[in-house]
């Protein structure tokens, strides 16, 4: 069975520093894995996706994510933080595309100035 | 893209009633997907719905507790029925992208039950 799994509840950054969310999957079969962000009072909004292309994967807002097999994992980064990131961040996996997505416990982001 | 849009965004119910959520969609899909959100909590699939036949739901929901429609290939609704205050959480609808693309999720229904 797929899962998924986020390292920390919560991690706090000064803005300009390196924000660094980790996350580890397991599946069974080649996934497909995301990275959706949720601001207070919002929806999901995808920030990146990895569908077995490139391992490094660029997203909007300058955030990007490296797939590495040998590790399953797939950890989020930003080389500098903006008070506009602050929010929820969710690592998600699917064995079926783009259907049935299994997601983690998320890591809010704060950022401080 | 795919626009969701999903109604009532919030409502603040007694508990022992019935809450339809409704989830509209700008184009037509094959599958409609219903998640819920407890608070503090991630993201857990409830069930998917596919137009033209039953529901599929995953292990720990049934529907006696969440019936769902699906009349046609843009809209689905979720019931939550005879709710308690355990039902207190964000329902949240989903579809996958035309061709391929992603998943795409409605802003969300924050239910109160109390």
């Known amino acids: 069975a797929q899962s998924v799994t986020q390292l920390g509840s919560h991690v706090s950054v000064s803005e300009g520093a390196l924000v660094l969310l980790r996350c580890n999957y397991s599946s069974s079969v080649p996934p497909y894995l995301f990275w959706y962000v949720q601001y207070p009072n919002q929806g999901l909004q995808l920030l990146l996706k990895y569908t077995s292309a490139a391992t490094l994967v660029k997203g909007i807002n300058g955030f990007e994510a490296e797939f590495k097999k040998s590790e399953t994992s797939f950890h989020l980064t930003k080389p500098s933080a903006h008070m506009s990131d602050a929010a929820e961040y969710f690592c998600a996996v699917s064995e079926s595309g783009f259907q049935k997505l299994v997601f983690g416990t998320g890591t809010r982001l704060l950022v401080s100035p | 893209s795919a626009v969701i849009s999903q109604k009532p965004s919030r409502d603040i119910c007694q508990r022992g009633t019935s809450l339809t959520i409704q989830c509209q969609v700008d184009?037509?899909?094959?599958?409609m997907f219903w998640y819920r959100q407890q608070p503090g909590q991630s993201l857990t699939l409830i069930a998917t719905?596919?137009?033209?036949?039953?529901?599929?739901?995953e292990s720990g929901f049934v529907i006696d507790k969440f019936p769902i429609s699906r009349p046609n290939l843009t809209f689905s609704t979720l019931t939550v029925s005879n709710m308690s205050p355990e039902d207190s959480s964000i329902y949240l609808c989903?579809?996958?992208?035309?061709?391929?693309?992603?998943?795409?999720f409605g802003q969300g229904t924050r239910l109160t039950v109390v």
């Open positions: 184009s037509q899909v094959t599958m």
């Open positions: 719905a596919n137009q033209g036949s039953e529901a599929t739901y």
């Open positions: 989903s579809v996958e992208g035309a061709i391929n693309t992603e998943a795409f």
